[in-house]
């Protein structure tokens, strides 16, 4: 969707359709307001009506807040866009910067469909939305931000969404490689004789029934004069039967969601260089898929982590938290002198249970910088919690044949053992700059929700790049 700023009269500017967020309807004219009485119209989040004789869409939005404003515009976008109509107009409302930034953000990510896989597709008409606004160079400027960032994002749900039969580990190394050629980021792919070399043998053993050979993914963005330095680490599980540890037939159905850490990566350095932050970034990245077969790791294993830690193996389902340990490792080994390292991945069920399917899990030793993240992330559009580890918890992964278990002897706190058992290759050092983010919950969601639609979220980027633009 094309978005342009425009300085004139609203009366002035020809659309084929007006669109009015409605916060109150005492603002509507008195016309329209008895229109809307007759057919019921709420000022709610995603009440929407189109009165075609006027050709006006108007929409509820019950707060003047980012989310809100987000949802009401992606919702009118969703009802414009089932129109044959090509143009539409909106006034800007409230404060300029904030409302700009959620119209522009709320639209594109609105406005996204996948329909790669079907066989009748619907003929795209290309749509505008012209906001009316003063505008000016510093409000251009959130235009080609927050674009940059909503196409980030749905870079990502394209990636998430597509099916593991057409994106297995080389596949996102391709994708990669792409993204780095399109940014002038580096991009270093290594295969399974160098995880070999590197006693990542974590991550190696999760690979080992699969045809896909793993590959490990480092980007990274250097600018001249960078401020900072970040290191993201991602999950990037193509596919996850379970391994051994077979999941159920319907927990197996959305496992091509798996790869959502790794991806949030892939477009996180994606925006960050389209924005041209003065931070240079590292993205790390495990891609590997979890199968069966002859060669699968097995339950009773026990592994020896690119840090020398040995892990016993007591379910082949809690994979990717074994592909993390090396890939954080490497990633400390490799990259020295950086402020902070926060990895992305889908890691358990427990998060979704405990938080919900809509928000993110953030745990970390070092209070402050989790009260940040939790903030950056609100206030970016994207919901999220802290989860606190204790060390009563932290006895629960414990083994009695090695030095740590890659499950819990408890059922309960899912989410925080799984952060726990991450804590054991963070190295001292690096305890108070390292954050783990569990994704699971909102990265893909079997039903529409607000401004995301059925399938990936796109979750992580846009809480990313609010914190990192934040540090500047």
Same mark, same amino acid.
């Given at each position: 969707? *094309?978005?342009?700023?425009?300085?004139?009269?609203?009366?002035?500017?020809?659309?084929?359709?007006?669109?009015?967020?409605?916060?109150?309807?005492?603002?509507?004219?008195?016309?329209?307001?008895?229109?809307?009485?007759?057919?019921? $119209?709420?000022?709610?989040?995603?009440?929407? +009506?189109?009165?075609?004789?006027?050709?006006?869409?108007?929409?509820?939005?019950?707060?003047?807040?980012?989310?809100?404003?987000?949802?009401?515009?992606?919702?009118?976008?969703?009802?414009?866009?089932?129109?044959?109509?090509?143009?539409?107009?909106?006034?800007?409302?409230?404060?300029?910067?904030?409302?700009? =930034?959620?119209?522009?953000?709320?639209?594109?990510?609105?406005?996204?469909?996948?329909?790669? #896989?079907?066989?009748?597709?619907? =003929?795209?008409?290309?749509?505008?939305?012209?906001?009316?606004?003063?505008?000016? *160079?510093?409000?251009?400027?959130?235009?080609?931000?927050?674009?940059?960032?909503?196409?980030?994002?749905?870079? +990502?749900?394209?990636? +998430?969404?597509?099916?593991?039969?057409?994106?297995?580990?080389?596949? &996102?190394?391709?994708?990669?490689?792409?993204?780095?050629?399109?940014?002038?980021?580096?991009?270093?792919?290594?295969?399974?004789?160098?995880?070999?070399?590197?006693?990542?043998?974590?991550?190696?053993?999760?690979?080992?029934?699969?045809?896909?050979?793993? =590959?490990?993914?480092?980007?990274?963005?250097?600018?001249?004069?960078?401020?900072? =330095?970040?290191?993201?680490?991602?999950?990037?599980?193509?596919?996850?039967?379970?391994?051994?540890?077979?999941?159920?037939?319907?927990? &197996?159905?959305?496992m091509k969601s798996d790869k959502s850490g790794g991806c949030a990566v892939i477009g996180i350095l994606n925006a960050v260089s389209k924005l041209n932050l003065p931070i240079e970034v590292h993205g790390i990245i495990g891609a590997v898929e979890n199968m069966i077969g002859g060669d699968a790791y097995k339950p009773d294993d026990v592994l020896t982590a690119k840090n020398g830690k040995t892990i016993e193996v007591r379910n082949t389902d809690a994979e990717g938290r074994l592909v993390l340990a090396d890939c954080l490792c490497y990633a400390q080994d490799k990259i020295k002198d950086f402020?902070?390292?926060?990895?992305?991945?889908?890691?358990?069920?427990?998060?979704?249970?405990?938080?919900?399917? #809509?928000?993110?899990?953030?745990?970390?030793?070092?209070?402050?910088?989790?009260?940040?993240?939790?903030?950056?992330?609100?206030?970016?559009?994207?919901?999220?919690?802290?989860?606190?580890?204790?060390?009563?918890?932290?006895?629960?992964?414990?083994?009695?044949?090695?030095?740590?278990?890659?499950?819990?002897?408890?059922?309960?706190?899912?989410?925080?053992?799984?952060?726990?058992?991450?804590?054991? $290759?963070?190295?001292?050092?690096?305890?108070?700059?390292?954050?783990?983010?569990?994704?699971?919950?909102?990265?893909?969601?079997?039903?529409?929700?607000?401004?995301?639609?059925?399938?990936?979220?796109?979750?992580?980027?846009?809480?990313?790049?609010?914190?990192?633009?934040?540090?500047?």
């Amino acid at each position: 969707m *094309k978005i342009t700023l425009s300085s004139e009269n609203i009366k002035k500017i020809d659309t084929a359709v007006e669109i009015k967020i409605v916060l109150d309807l005492e603002d509507v004219c008195k016309y329209d307001k008895d229109i809307l009485d007759d057919l019921n $119209f709420k000022v709610k989040d995603e009440e929407v +009506v189109f009165l075609v004789e006027s050709k006006k869409i108007y929409v509820g939005c019950e707060e003047e807040s980012y989310d809100a404003i987000a949802i009401a515009i992606s919702t009118a976008i969703k009802k414009f866009n089932s129109t044959k109509y090509k143009d539409a107009k909106i006034e800007i409302f409230g404060d300029e910067s904030s409302t700009l =930034k959620a119209l522009v953000e709320g639209a594109i990510l609105g406005s996204y469909t996948f329909d790669k #896989y079907k066989s009748k597709k619907e =003929k795209e008409i290309k749509k505008e939305l012209i906001i009316i606004c003063k505008a000016t *160079k510093e409000l251009q400027k959130i235009v080609d931000e927050s674009t940059h960032i909503a196409d980030s994002v749905n870079k +990502v749900r394209n990636f +998430v969404n597509t099916t593991p039969q057409d994106f297995y580990p080389e596949i &996102m190394a391709k994708e990669a490689r792409k993204v780095a050629k399109d940014n002038g980021i580096i991009c270093k792919i290594h295969g399974e004789e160098f995880l070999e070399k590197n006693q990542m043998n974590a991550m190696l053993s999760v690979a080992r029934a699969s045809i896909h050979e793993p =590959k490990l993914i480092h980007l990274a963005y250097k600018p001249k004069n960078a401020t900072k =330095k970040i290191v993201l680490v991602g999950k990037g599980l193509t596919y996850d039967s379970g391994g051994l540890s077979l999941k159920p037939a319907d927990f &197996m159905v959305t496992m091509k969601s798996d790869k959502s850490g790794g991806c949030a990566v892939i477009g996180i350095l994606n925006a960050v260089s389209k924005l041209n932050l003065p931070i240079e970034v590292h993205g790390i990245i495990g891609a590997v898929e979890n199968m069966i077969g002859g060669d699968a790791y097995k339950p009773d294993d026990v592994l020896t982590a690119k840090n020398g830690k040995t892990i016993e193996v007591r379910n082949t389902d809690a994979e990717g938290r074994l592909v993390l340990a090396d890939c954080l490792c490497y990633a400390q080994d490799k990259i020295k002198d950086f402020d902070y390292i926060f990895d992305f991945a889908t890691l358990t069920g427990a998060c979704v249970v405990g938080v919900g399917e #809509y928000t993110t899990g953030i745990m970390g030793n070092n209070t402050i910088l989790k009260r940040d993240a939790v903030s950056s992330a609100l206030n970016s559009g994207e919901y999220a919690t802290s989860l606190p580890f204790n060390r009563f918890l932290k006895k629960t992964i414990k083994s009695e044949i090695a030095d740590i278990c890659n499950i819990a002897n408890t059922r309960y706190g899912g989410a925080i053992t799984a952060g726990l058992f991450l804590d054991n $290759f963070i190295y001292d050092e690096n305890k108070d700059k390292w954050l783990h983010f569990d994704i699971a919950g909102p990265a893909f969601v079997e039903k529409a929700w607000g401004y995301n639609p059925h399938g990936a979220s796109g979750a992580g980027v846009r809480m990313t790049v609010e914190f990192l633009k934040n540090l500047l």
